[in-house]
């Protein structure tokens, strides 16, 4: 190879290696920290943040938010729809475009739909989740549910916020109707954790989830939100005669040890890195490992192995399901590996490993590992080439 191509590519790895690693940084708002400064929608804020649409309208760059103050909000409440039917039609709230209040007021031809939270979810079907922002005489502006028989609920108050064009917060007199929105919802506890698994490769790690009632706890952290890390089926399989030697309990807090109490997607765990706390973490018994990241490869360190983030099988807020590529072994029931300065033990003598490197069956891990190599082989060359 000649060297012009060979700093051609590193160049542009470097490059895509910065560019890529900018970009997984923070939200583009706040907006549980912005309503903070109105105690007016305290409500209508708490309810964004129970429902898990304060976080997903935070990682949206271009967003207007309709806000209800409490007034409006306890007529929504009165009505007591369950948690997950109130995120549906809170979503429909949520604007997936930037209005500020000029542009509402000059909506050209005087009406317009336009697309919301609530449609781009997927929840929504037709022409539903759009709301209809329509210019009536007298400068006002009413809003309503494209799915509302033409009848326009609600009308602008005033501008809560403005940061163009990323977010505007836009106070509005009455909560929007829907029937679609308003439909009751399946609460994410009646997702099939077991089941999903099932579908996706994940199924000896669910079969010992069922033997242990360890599922029981995974179940149980659903609403609040839940992450799980799933060892895939070859990987559990080769495991399995170090797991028949242990005890019933320690069979459980093994499985615990697989799953956070809380939702972290992708995003979140590349920017909280770091110690993380586990469903079998119980007072003294810390039962933690920590979150690596090696370029855009996300790794599970328990100072027992490392397991890599193969891939997703399934992400819905509050819930989220990860393959790995290894069974993560706590320190408080495995030896700890002695050396130091090993950070990705793919290559570690495997005492106490499970096989891994030949179980990879997702292209993605193949892939990542393949690019890490070659972006090691190119910068090593670079590094060479500077070096002359
Ligand atoms: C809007 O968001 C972009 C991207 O997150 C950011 O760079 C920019 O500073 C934001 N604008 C304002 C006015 O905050
Ligand atoms: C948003 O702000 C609230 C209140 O200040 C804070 O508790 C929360 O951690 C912030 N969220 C993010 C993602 O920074
Ligand atoms: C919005 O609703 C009004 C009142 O029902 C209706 O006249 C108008 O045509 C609607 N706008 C659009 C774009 O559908
Ligand atoms: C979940 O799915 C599994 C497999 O299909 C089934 O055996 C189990 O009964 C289901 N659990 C619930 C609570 O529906
Ligand atoms: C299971 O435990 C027995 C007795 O302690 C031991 O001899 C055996 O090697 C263990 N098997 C595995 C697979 O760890």
Same mark, same amino acid.
């Given at each position: ?191 099939? $954790?077991?089941?999903? #698994? &099932? +579908?996706?490769?994940?199924? *000896?790690? %669910? ?6 009632? @360890? =599922? ?112 993560? $072994?706590?320190?408080? #029931? &495995? +030896?700890?590996?002695?050396? *130091?300065? %090993? ?6 003598? @495997? =005492? ?37």
């Amino acid at each position: 190879m000649s060297p012009l191509p060979t700093a051609t590519l590193s160049l542009s790895l470097l490059l895509l290696l910065l560019f890529s690693s900018s970009t997984t940084t923070t939200n583009a708002h706040n907006i549980t920290r912005i309503l903070a400064k109105f105690p007016q929608f305290s409500t209508f804020n708490r309810y964004l943040t129970a429902t898990h649409l304060a976080s997903q309208i935070n990682r949206r760059q271009t967003i207007t938010v309709l806000a209800l103050d409490n007034t409006a909000m306890s007529s929504l409440l009165s009505r007591h729809f369950s948690l997950y039917t109130l995120k549906n039609v809170l979503s429909l709230h949520v604007l997936v475009d930037y209005f500020g209040s000029k542009k509402l007021h000059r909506i050209s031809k005087g009406t317009t739909l336009t697309s919301t939270m609530f449609q781009a979810t997927g929840a929504a079907e037709g022409t539903s989740g759009y709301v209809n922002i329509t210019n009536l005489k007298g400068g006002k502006v009413a809003f309503g549910a494209e799915d509302n028989d033409g009848k326009l609920d609600a009308t602008y108050v005033k501008s809560v916020k403005e940061i163009p064009y990323n977010i505007s917060i836009i106070q509005i007199s009455h909560p929007l109707d829907s029937a679609e929105a308003e439909a009751p919802t399946a609460a994410p506890t009646d997702l099939n $954790l077991t089941e999903i #698994m &099932f +579908k996706q490769g994940c199924r *000896a790690f %669910a079969d010992l989830l069922k033997a242990t009632d @360890a =599922d029981e706890t995974f179940n149980q952290n659903l609403e609040a939100g839940l992450t799980v890390f799933c060892p895939t089926d070859q990987v559990v399989k080769d495991f399995l005669p170090k797991y028949k030697n242990l005890t019933a309990a320690k069979k459980k807090s093994l499985l615990l040890y697989h799953g956070l109490p809380v939702y972290m997607n992708m995003q979140m765990l590349k920017t909280n890195t770091g110690i993380m706390n586990t469903l079998a973490t119980d007072g003294a018994d810390k039962f933690d490992f920590t979150v690596d990241k090696n370029d855009e490869v996300v790794m599970l360190d328990t100072s027992v192995v490392t397991a890599k983030i193969m891939g997703i099988v399934k992400d819905e807020e509050p819930l989220i399901v990860y393959k790995i590529n290894k069974v993560l $072994l706590p320190k408080e #029931m &495995f +030896k700890p590996v002695e050396s *130091a300065n %090993a950070p990705d033990s793919a290559e570690a003598p @495997a =005492d106490s490993e499970p096989a891994d490197d030949q179980t990879l069956d997702d292209n993605n891990g193949v892939q990542g590992l393949r690019s890490k190599r070659l972006v090691m082989a190119v910068l090593s060359s670079c590094i060479g080439m500077l070096l002359m």
